[in-house]
Each structure stands twice: as C-alpha cells, then as structure tokens.
C-alpha cells in the first residue's frame, strides 16, 4: 500500500507538507497541492483512516438511528430513498455513515453510549418512539443531530409540508365533487401519524366539510395490512364514502385491495389518494394519485445541515422545522362526482 513517506520520496516535498495537502490545509499553496494530488491519484494512495483521524482528530463517522415500524426496515421505499440521498450527500464529504443500535456486543446500551464509542460526528434520526429514554438521553448529549418527522426543543427537524400536502389531496376531492371522505389515518402513538390526523380534520374544517366519527379509522403501522383492515371497516359501513385520504401509500394500496374484493372498483365506486409518492404507486393498475414527499431533497437538505453543524458552519438551528414542499401526482385512482 502507497504511504505519505512513499509520495514524500516521489513528490520531493516533506511529509508534513504532502499530509498537509492530503488534508486540505490552507498554509500551503494550491499548486503545490495539486501536484501532490495528482501524484497520490497516479500512485493510487489510499488514506489510512485510522492515521487520518489521530491527525484530525475526527471519525468522519454520522450514525444513524432507523427504527421504522412496518417491518419493511430498509426494503421501506421511502426512508429507503431518504437515506440513499443522505449518503450520496456524506460520502462526497467524506464521510462514512453507521447504523446505531441500543445494544453493543450483544448487551443492553443505549443509542448514545453507542454513539460516545464510535466517536460518531452527528446523528440522523429516523424512528417512530422519538421520546423513549435511549432517545432522550441522545438528544441531551448535544451530538449536531438532525431528526425526520419530528419537532424537539433542541434538534433541527426536517419534514415534508404536511399541512400543504393533505390540503392538495383534500382540495383536489373536493374539487371533483366529492364530499364524503374518509381518512384511514397512522396511529395517536407517533408524531407523525398523530400530526397528519389532525391536519386532515383542520383541512375538512376550513373546506366546511363534516367528518363522521366512523369515517375516521387507524392503520397504526402505516403498511398495506393496515390499510386493508381499515378499509374492511369501512366497507362495512351503510353509508360509504365517496373517496378515502389515506396517510401513506402503503396503506392507499392495501385500501385498493380491501375495495376490489369486495367487488367493488377503484375509482368507480370509490376513489383513492394516497400520501408518498412511493414507485409502487405508480407502477400498480390502477396507478395512485397521490402526494409525493421530496424524498431525495429530504435526504440530502438533512445531510447538509448535519455537516454545517459538524463544522460549526451552521447558525443555531436547534428546535427550527425545515419544511420540504410536496405535490401532487395525479393517478388513476379518482373521479369526478356526477
């Protein structure tokens, strides 16, 4: 393996002065660095991270704490892509990202003792029990940290604009003539499933439109499943609703199932919207209408910021909530009233 001493030899510059350039000091001139690049790029050198850190006295390590509640884990196609832009973002810095996990060589641990060891940089959060005390600790620790979907005195969120998005969807329904909407809506227990139920009543306040208590049902876990049971529910009601909000798509798509089973058609008998934007959607017959996160932004305005922190780049965001805009996907899966 080609080591500094090696490009010190070739090059004719001292050690310290190609470790310099290596690093992107900015005491030594820029052509002096490009010429020591050049030659580690023509030499093949790979940087010890080991020796990189001792210098630096960084990880160039963000952890990252995924907790998602479907099951789905990383196969889930939208925290899927949150994360995949995130890394895209981190590693062109430089940096490596790392799974953080409550327990450390098979024993009981918390998310920051595993943090403190791996000497991580920054955290991105993106679970579903934001306040359990594993989580809580990490948030006292003051790690820059950024959090998805989820509003805390000292951690920078970043969402989509949920208010704006379920307005779309409600507005675009209203629009086609429809009154009677029902909301299979993610569980109480969540932030985000909680947030986007009241959003969706405040909606159909301010449109005038009246919500039956029994128009309202949980799909707790945001997954097909639950958008099958909830819309069984519903089905067996005397008097349907024209069109169902669903909170995810996920469970728009589980909906659709419940619906064509029991004989009835999407959008003919009863139209659909769903909350993502997710491929599946609009791969599936009929293709969802729907409102589509910035899953990509989402991801990399996250990784941004948690490197402006880690730099101290960045003013004190602490508590603020950067909201990304969503729009909506027209599909096949709704119709205009007659």
């Known amino acids: 393996m080609v080591t500094i001493k090696d490009l010190s030899k070739m090059s004719g510059f001292s050690v310290t002065t190609v470790s310099k350039a290596l690093n992107d000091y900015s005491d030594i001139s820029q052509k002096t660095k490009d010429k020591i690049l050049k030659l580690a790029a023509e030499m093949e050198y790979i940087p010890n991270a080991s020796a990189r850190s001792l210098i630096t006295q960084k990880s160039y390590t963000i952890g990252i704490v995924f907790d998602e509640i479907t099951g789905m884990g990383l196969q889930h196609p939208l925290f899927s892509r949150i994360l995949e832009s995130f890394k895209s973002v981190v590693e062109h810095e ?5 799974f953080l996990s409550k327990s450390m060589n098979g024993k009981d641990g918390s998310y920051l003792q595993h943090s403190l060891r791996k000497q991580v940089e920054g955290v991105f959060v993106l679970c579903t029990d934001f306040n359990s005390v594993e989580l809580v600790d990490l948030y006292r620790s003051k790690l820059p940290m950024v959090t998805l979907d989820f509003e805390q005195s000292d951690i920078l969120n970043i969402t989509s604009n949920n208010k704006t998005g379920i307005m779309q969807a409600i507005k675009y329904l209203v629009d086609l003539g429809h009154r009677k909407i029902a909301n299979i809506h993610g569980s109480d227990r969540t932030y985000i499933g909680g947030q986007r139920k009241d959003i969706f009543l405040d909606v159909m306040r301010e449109l005038g439109l009246h919500v039956p208590t029994q128009y309202m049902v949980e799909g707790p876990l945001f997954s097909k499943e639950d958008g099958y049971q909830a819309m069984q529910k519903l089905l067996k009601l005397e008097d349907l609703p024209t069109a169902i909000f669903a909170a995810s798509d996920m469970m728009a798509i589980g909906a659709m199932q419940a619906i064509r089973e029991a004989g009835k058609k999407v959008p003919d008998d009863i139209s659909v919207v769903g909350f993502d934007g997710i491929e599946l959607g609009q791969i599936i017959h009929p293709r969802l209408t729907t409102i589509r996160q910035d899953s990509r932004k989402i991801g990399a305005i996250a ?14 965001k602490r508590g603020e909530t950067i909201s990304i805009d969503t729009y909506l996907i027209t599909g096949e899966t709704t119709k205009v009233l007659r």
């Not at 430089?94 to 790392?98: K, N, Q, V």
């Not at 941004?304 to 101290?312: C, R, S, T």
């Open 303 to 316: 990784a941004h910021n948690i490197l402006q922190m880690i730099d101290a780049k960045a003013r004190d």
């Open 94 to 98: 430089g940096y490596d990202i790392m």
